[in-house]
C-alpha cells in the first residue's frame, strides 16, 4: 500500500473565512457556555483525528491561569510547507473556512473535525491564538488577534523559533469576551468530554492540568479497555445483570463498535458517536442497532418459547428496558444535521450498525445462553409493567366528559397554529390571575400551578400519573409523555412551540422551576433537546426617578449600573417579591410581551453529566447532595 501524504499539498481550500464573528452561533451552536466549550472540543478533536491516523497517541489539555487553553499533542505536526495558494499552509488552515486535510481522503480515512471549519473558527472567536508547530526538525511559529495573523510571513513561510526532534501541534487561544457571555471554562464539562474520547480511543492517553487558582489539579486518562470501560463506569453505581458485552465489525467502510450491559432498573441509555464526537440526537447509527436488537431478541424470545403463538412481539422499549450501550463508528464520509453534529444522518450508517450486530450479537448470545435469559426476562417484565402502565393510563389520563380548555385551570389561547402559540406555567392563582388578564388571547395560554408539584425524581411512576397537576400539564401539551415503559411520547402533536415557566424570582420560584424541569428532562426530554423550554425572567427592581422614565432592573449588576448612571438623581426603587405583586400592565410589559421580555432558553450540553447532576440533586441519595452543596457553597449567588 502506497504510503499516505500529509504535506502542504494535502490542505483543500473551499472558501474564505467570513462571518464567523458576526454569526458565531452558526458554527459552535451558541455563545454561551456550549459554544465556549466547543472551542476547546474543535482543536482537541482536530489531534484524536491525527491519533485516528496512526501517529499521536498523547494530548494534552491545560487550562491556563490567564484564562487561556492550550491543546497539544505529539502528531505529526500541521502542514507548515507553502501551499498552491502562495501561503503557507498552516496558516492556510487557520484563516481560512473549509480549508483542512480533512477533504483529501489521501490525509484522512476517518475524522471527527470533518468541515474544516474548525480551527478557523476558533481563531475568528479567540482575543488571540498563538500556534507552536514542531515539524521537519524546527518549531515554526504563528501568532493572531481576532482571526487576524500579526507576524510577518518569511518568503511566505512561518518563521522558525527553534530546532527540534520532536513533532507535533501547540495551540494556545484566549476565548473572545466580546463574543461569549462568559470565558471561564468549566473544568467538570472539559474532563467529562476528555474522558469520553479517552473511552472511544483506548490507545490514546489524555491529560489534563487545571492552573487556575484556587482550581489546581492533574488527571490523566487512559482506558485500554475502551467501550466496554465506559459502559462499566456508567453503571458503577448500579446493580448489574451481567459482565458488559463488547463486539467490532466491519462493513461496506464502515467500522461498527458496540458495547452493552444490562442493569436491574427500569431505564434505557443508548449512547451513539461517529468519529469520537458524541451524538446526543442519535442518528441512523442508533436506528440500525435498535431495529436489528430487537428482531434477534423477538426471534430468539418465540425460540426459547417466552413469547406464544399468539403473544405480540416485544416492543424496542420493552427489549432496551434496562439497557446501557454505547454505539461507536467509524465513517470515512459522515453527513450531520447541523454544523455540531448532534444526529447522524447517513444511511449506509444504518446498515452497517444492523449487519454487525445481526452477526455479532447471534454469535455472543449462542455462546452465552445464561446471559441471553436474563436480557429476555428483563425485556419480560417490562411488557408486563408496560401493559399495566397502559391501562392505568388510559385510566388516569382519558379526556374529562368536558373541554380541558375550560376545565378552569387551563386559560388556553384562540390560535391553534402550534408554532405560533405559547403556554405559560405560572406559579399560584393570584399570579395566574394577572397573567389571564395581561397576555395576548389571541397566542398566549396561562396554567396555574398551586405550590410545589411531585419531585418525579424521587417518586414511582404511578404517583407521577395520579399526580393532578402533572396530569393536567400532559393533558394541556398534548404529546404525551415518555416514561421509560411505553414511550408514547410525539413532539408532533405538541400543541405550544413555546412552553414557559414562570415563577417568583426568589427561592421557592427556583424550586418549582428546578422541580419543572426535572419533570420534563425525566419524562419529555425531547421538549428540551428541541428547543421548546424556557425560563421567564421577571424583573427584581423597578427604579422610578423623580424625572425621567421608570426602568425595570433585572439583576443585581442592572441595579448597579444604574445606581452608577444615576449618582446624582433621585429615584425611589420598588423590589418585587413575586409576580402576584404586578399588575397586569407590568406583567404584559416585563414577562409577557415578546418584543420587551427576557427568556431563557434551556438547553443540554452533556447528557451524561444531566443525567448524573439531576439524580444527585434531586434523588434519594442525601450524601452526594450534602457533598455537592460543600463544594460548590462559593458559586450560589444569594438573595438576601
Known amino acids: 500500500m502506497a504510503k499516505e501524504t500529509y504535506d502542504a499539498s494535502s490542505i483543500s481550500v473551499l472558501e474564505g473565512l467570513e462571518a464567523v464573528r458576526k454569526r458565531p452561533g452558526m458554527y459552535i451552536g451558541s455563545t454561551t457556555k456550549k459554544g465556549l466549550h466547543h472551542l476547546i472540543y474543535e482543536i482537541v478533536d482536530n489531534a484524536v483525528d491525527e491519533h485516528l491516523a496512526g501517529y499521536c497517541d498523547k494530548i494534552q489539555v491545560i487550562l491556563e491561569a490567564d484564562g487561556s487553553c492550550t491543546v497539544n499533542d505529539n ?11 502562495g501561503m503557507s499552509a498552516e496558516r492556510l488552515v487557520f484563516t481560512t473556512l473549509h480549508a483542512g486535510g480533512k ?11 470533518l468541515h474544516g471549519v474548525g480551527s478557523s473558527v476558533v481563531n475568528a472567536l479567540s482575543t488571540y491564538l498563538d500556534i507552536k508547530i514542531s515539524r521537519e526538525g524546527y518549531i515554526h511559529h504563528d501568532y493572531y488577534e481576532q482571526g487576524v495573523p500579526k507576524l510577518d ?6 518563521p522558525k523559533i527553534g530546532k527540534t526532534k520532536a513533532t507535533g501541534t501547540c495551540v494556545n487561544f484566549l476565548p473572545d469576551s466580546e463574543i461569549f457571555e462568559k470565558i471561564k471554562f468549566s473544568s467538570a464539562d472539559v474532563k467529562s468530554r476528555l474522558h469520553e474520547t479517552a473511552y472511544l480511543n483506548p490507545n490514546l492517553t489524555i491529560e489534563f492540568e487545571d492552573r487556575r487558582e484556587g482550581s489546581q489539579e492533574q488527571v490523566t486518562f487512559h482506558e485500554p479497555d475502551g467501550i466496554a470501560g465506559y459502559v462499566k463506569d456508567i453503571n458503577k453505581k448500579k446493580e448489574v445483570i451481567h459482565e458488559p458485552v463488547y463486539f467490532k465489525g466491519e462493513s461496506e467502510g464502515i467500522t461498527v463498535e458496540v458495547a452493552f450491559q444490562y442493569i436491574n432498573e427500569f431505564q434505557e441509555n443508548v449512547l451513539g458517536f461517529c468519529n469520537n464526537i458524541y451524538n446526543a440526537e442519535g442518528g441512523t447509527h442508533l436506528t440500525g442497532f435498535k431495529t436489528q436488537f430487537t428482531s434477534v431478541m ?3 424470545a418465540r425460540e426459547l418459547g417466552i413469547l406464544k403463538e399468539k403473544d405480540t412481539n416485544f416492543t424496542g422499549a420493552d427489549i432496551r428496558n434496562g439497557m446501557t450501550a454505547v454505539i461507536s463508528i467509524k465513517h ?3 453527513r450531520f444535521e447541523g454544523q455540531t453534529k448532534t444526529k447522524l444522518d447517513n444511511q449506509d450508517a444504518s446498515k452497517a450498525a444492523s449487519k454487525v450486530t445481526g452477526e455479532e450479537v447471534v454469535l455472543y448470545f449462542d455462546r452465552n445462553l445464561e446471559v441471553l435469559k436474563n436480557v429476555l426476562a428483563c425485556a419480560e417484565r417490562s411488557a408486563k409493567i408496560r401493559k399495566t402502565e397502559e391501562k392505568a393510563k388510559t385510566n388516569m389520563l382519558t379526556k374529562q366528559k368536558y373541554s380541558f380548555d375550560s376545565n378552569g385551570k387551563l386559560a388556553n389561547c384562540e390560535s391553534r397554529d402550534a408554532s405560533k402559540c405559547e403556554i405559560f406555567i405560572v406559579e399560584g392563582d393570584s399570579a395566574g390571575g394577572s397573567a389571564k388578564t395581561a397576555r395576548n388571547r389571541n397566542f398566549q395560554a396561562i396554567l396555574p400551578i398551586r405550590g410545589k408539584i411531585l419531585n418525579v425524581e424521587k417518586a414511582t411512576i404511578d404517583k407521577v400519573l395520579a399526580n393532578a397537576e402533572i396530569k393536567t400539564m400532559i393533558n394541556a401539551f398534548g404529546c404525551g409523555f415518555s416514561e421509560g415503559y411505553g414511550n408514547d411520547f410525539d413532539i408532533t402533536k405538541l400543541r405550544y412551540h413555546k412552553i414557559i415557566i414562570m415563577a417568583d424570582a426568589d427561592v421557592d420560584g427556583a424550586h418549582i422551576s428546578t422541580l419543572l424541569l426535572t419533570l420534563f428532562y425525566r419524562f419529555m426530554p425531547e421538549l428540551i433537546y428541541e428547543g421548546h423550554v424556557y425560563v421567564a425572567m421577571p424583573p427584581l427592581y423597578k427604579a422610578m426617578p423623580s424625572k425621567g422614565t421608570e426602568e425595570y432592573l433585572y439583576d443585581d449588576k442592572a441595579l448597579e449600573k444604574y445606581r452608577k448612571l444615576h449618582k446624582n438623581e433621585k429615584f425611589t426603587l420598588q423590589r418585587y417579591k413575586g409576580l402576584g405583586e404586578m399588575d397586569a400592565q407590568q406583567l404584559w410589559e416585563t414577562t409577557l410581551n415578546p418584543k420587551t421580555r427576557m427568556l ?3 438547553e443540554i450540553e452533556d447528557a451524561r453529566m444531566a443525567s448524573d447532576m439531576t439524580e444527585i440533586l434531586m ?7 450534602k457533598a455537592f452543596i460543600y463544594e460548590h457553597a462559593q458559586d450560589a449567588e444569594l438573595d438576601i
Open 298 to 300: 423477538n426471534s430468539y
Open 600 to 602: 431563557k432558553q434551556i
Open 332 to 334: 470515512p464520509d459522515p
Open 103 to 113: 477533504f483529501d481522503n489521501n490525509a484522512y480515512k476517518t475524522s471527527g473535525g
Open 619 to 625: 434523588g434519594t441519595d442525601v450524601p452526594p447532595r
Open 153 to 158: 510571513l518569511e518568503h511566505g513561510l512561518l
Open 75 to 85: 502528531g505529526r505536526g500541521i502542514p507548515v510547507g507553502m501551499h498552491e495558494k
